[in-house]
C-alpha cells in the first residue's frame, strides 16, 4: 500500500513536530509542509515589522524585542528534544527559535518545507476509492505561481497567536491617542512619560505592562479578572475595572469611574484563523470555539482533517508531540476512531464540563489544570509515557510563583532531574 500523503500547513513549532514525526515513518507517509514566511519558528521569528511583510501579507509573528518565556525551558521541550541546559530558565525568544532551527536540521526537516508559499484553498475532494481527500491550492509568493494538489490528509499548523481580537469600545474613534494591540507592539522606545491604558491583563498584558512601567509615566491596567492581580506591581501601575467606553484624552471603565491616557494598548488575545478552509469544510469558529473537533484536534465530520494546537494555556511543545501523534495513530489505522455520534458527544461532555466548572464559553479549549489529564488520555490511548513528574511540579511551581510574584518569577532557575 502506498504512504499517505500528508499535507502540513505551517512550519512553527506545531508543524515542525507534526513534520519530525511523519519524516519518521516513510513507509507509511509522504508529506509536504508550507511555510508562509521564509523561516521556521512560526511566531517565534521576531521581526521589526508590523502590519504587512515583504511579500504584502500580514505579519504572522506577535513577538516583541525583549520577551522571554513565561515557562521554564525545563519543562518547554518536545518529548524527545531537551533544551541545551543553561544557567536560565525564562531563555530570551531568539534562544527558542534557534531551538526549533536545530530540531529542524537534526531531524532533516529542512527538505519538506516549502518555504515564502501561502496556502489559499483546501477544500474536501472524495478520491477515486470513495474516500475524503483534499484539495490544496498553494501560491508561490517569490513567482506568484499557484498550483493544486490533492492529499489525502491535512494537519492544519498555523497558529492562533497572529490575528489580534479587538473588542468594542463604545465610541472608540473619539480617543485621539495612539491604539494598538500587542501583536504590534515590538519595543518600549517611543512610550517615554505617557499615560498608557493597557486592557487585558492576561499573559501578554501583565508582561507588556511590566516593560513599559519602566519608561511611562503611569500605567493603567484595566481587565475584568474574577479577582485583583495579588501579586506586587511597580509603583506607577495601577489596576482598574475593564474599560466601557472612549474619551477623547482617556476611557470611562465599567465601574463608573474615568481615567486619562494618551495611548490604549489592546492585550486582549487572538483568534483562531483559518482563511484557507473553504465552507466545503464545515469547520465554524464561533466566541473561540472551533467546531467539530474531537479532543479538540480531530476533524469529526472529515477526521483526515486535524488542527494542532488549539488548546490555549499548557506546556505547547508537549501537548503538540502529543496530538501528533494521536492523529497520526487514526491515519495509520493503529488506533480505531470512535463513531461519529461518539465524538460529537465526547466533545459536547468537554464543553459542558466547561461550563460547569464556571468557564466562559470562549475558554472552550482552555486546558490549564485539565493538560495532563488531556495528554494522559492521548497518550494513554497510544502508548505514549506519562511526563515525569517533574514536569507538573515545576509548572505548578511556576504559575505560583507568576501569580504571586511576578515581577521576579523570571530569576528563578530549575534543573532538569538527571
Same mark, same amino acid.
Given at each position: 500500500m502506498s504512504p499517505l500523503s500528508v499535507c502540513v500547513i505551517g512550519a512553527g513549532a506545531a508543524g515542525l513536530c507534526a513534520a519530525r514525526h511523519l519524516a519518521a515513518r516513510p513507509d507509511k507517509f509522504s508529506f509536504q509542509v508550507f511555510e508562509l514566511t521564509a523561516k521556521v519558528g512560526g511566531t517565534w521569528v521576531y521581526t521589526e515589522?508590523?502590519? *504587512?511583510?515583504?511579500?504584502?501579507?500580514?505579519?504572522?509573528?506577535?513577538?516583541?524585542?525583549?520577551?522571554?518565556?513565561?515557562?521554564?525551558?525545563?519543562?518547554?521541550?518536545?518529548?524527545?528534544?531537551?533544551?541545551?541546559?543553561?544557567?536560565?530558565?525564562?531563555?530570551?525568544?531568539?534562544?527558542?527559535?534557534?531551538?526549533?532551527?536545530?530540531?529542524?536540521?537534526?531531524?532533516?526537516?529542512?527538505?519538506?518545507?516549502?518555504?515564502?508559499?501561502?496556502?489559499?484553498?483546501?477544500?474536501?475532494?472524495?478520491?477515486?476509492?470513495?474516500?475524503?481527500?483534499?484539495?490544496?491550492?498553494?501560491?508561490?509568493l517569490n513567482t506568484l505561481e499557484e498550483t493544486t494538489s490533492i492529499f489525502d490528509s491535512v494537519m492544519v499548523c498555523n497558529g492562533h497567536y497572529a490575528v489580534p481580537n479587538i473588542p468594542d469600545i463604545l465610541d472608540i474613534e473619539a480617543f485621539q491617542g495612539r491604539v494598538l494591540h500587542s501583536h504590534d507592539y515590538r519595543q518600549p522606545d517611543g512610550f517615554e512619560g505617557t499615560k498608557i491604558a493597557v486592557f487585558g491583563a492576561a499573559s501578554s498584558g501583565l508582561d507588556i505592562t511590566l516593560e513599559l512601567a519602566d519608561v511611562a509615566d503611569e500605567i493603567y491596567l484595566c481587565?475584568?479578572?474574577?479577582?485583583?492581580?495579588?501579586?506586587?506591581?511597580?509603583?506607577?501601575?495601577?489596576?482598574?475595572?475593564?474599560?466601557?467606553?472612549?474619551?477623547?484624552?482617556?476611557?470611562?471603565?465599567?465601574?463608573?469611574?474615568?481615567?486619562?491616557?494618551?495611548?490604549?494598548?489592546?492585550?486582549?488575545?487572538?483568534?483562531?484563523?483559518?482563511?484557507?478552509?473553504?465552507?466545503?469544510?464545515?469547520?465554524?469558529?464561533?466566541?473561540?470555539?472551533?467546531?467539530?473537533?474531537?479532543?479538540?484536534?480531530?476533524?469529526?465530520?472529515?477526521?483526515? *482533517?486535524?488542527?494542532?494546537?488549539?488548546?490555549?494555556?499548557?506546556?505547547?511543545?508537549?501537548?503538540?508531540?502529543?496530538?501528533?501523534?494521536?492523529?497520526?495513530?487514526?491515519?495509520?489505522?493503529?488506533?480505531?476512531?470512535?463513531?461519529?455520534?461518539?465524538?460529537?458527544?465526547?466533545?459536547?461532555?468537554?464543553?459542558?464540563?466547561?461550563?460547569?466548572?464556571?468557564?466562559?464559553?470562549?475558554?472552550?479549549?482552555?486546558l490549564g489544570a485539565l493538560q495532563w489529564e488531556y495528554m494522559r488520555d492521548l497518550g494513554g490511548q497510544i502508548g505514549i509515557s506519562p511526563l515525569p513528574a517533574f514536569i507538573k511540579e515545576y509548572y505548578d511551581m511556576n504559575s505560583y510563583r507568576r501569580k504571586h510574584h511576578i515581577v521576579e518569577y523570571k530569576d528563578d532557575v530549575y534543573r532538569s532531574p538527571k
Open positions: 515589522r508590523i502590519g *504587512m511583510d515583504e511579500n504584502g501579507q500580514a505579519v504572522h509573528s506577535s513577538m516583541y524585542k525583549n520577551l522571554r518565556t513565561n515557562i521554564p525551558k525545563e519543562i518547554m521541550a518536545y518529548l524527545d528534544y531537551p533544551f541545551p541546559e543553561s544557567n536560565e530558565s525564562y531563555i530570551h525568544h531568539s534562544e527558542v527559535l534557534k531551538y526549533l532551527e536545530n530540531y529542524a536540521k537534526d531531524f532533516d526537516l529542512y527538505q519538506y518545507i516549502k518555504f515564502q508559499t501561502v496556502v489559499k484553498l483546501v477544500t474536501p475532494k472524495i478520491t477515486e476509492g470513495g474516500r475524503t481527500g483534499w484539495s490544496v491550492t498553494v501560491q508561490n481587565h475584568s479578572l474574577a479577582e485583583p492581580v495579588v501579586s506586587k506591581l511597580p509603583q506607577n501601575v495601577k489596576q482598574r475595572k475593564s474599560i466601557k467606553s472612549a474619551l477623547s484624552d482617556g476611557f470611562v471603565l465599567q465601574d463608573g469611574t474615568s481615567i486619562q491616557a494618551e495611548v490604549l494598548m489592546y492585550c486582549t488575545g487572538y483568534k483562531f484563523n483559518f482563511p484557507f478552509l473553504t465552507p466545503e469544510c464545515g469547520i465554524t469558529v464561533q466566541g473561540r470555539r472551533v467546531q467539530p473537533v474531537y479532543k479538540h484536534l480531530i476533524h469529526i465530520e472529515h477526521p483526515s *482533517m486535524c488542527f494542532v494546537g488549539i488548546p490555549f494555556i499548557v506546556l505547547p511543545f508537549p501537548v503538540f508531540d502529543h496530538q501528533v501523534q494521536f492523529f497520526l495513530s487514526t491515519l495509520d489505522g493503529s488506533l480505531e476512531l470512535p463513531s461519529k455520534n461518539d465524538m460529537y458527544q465526547d466533545a459536547a461532555n468537554d464543553f459542558q464540563r466547561r461550563l460547569e466548572m464556571q468557564m466562559p464559553p470562549r475558554y472552550a479549549h482552555k
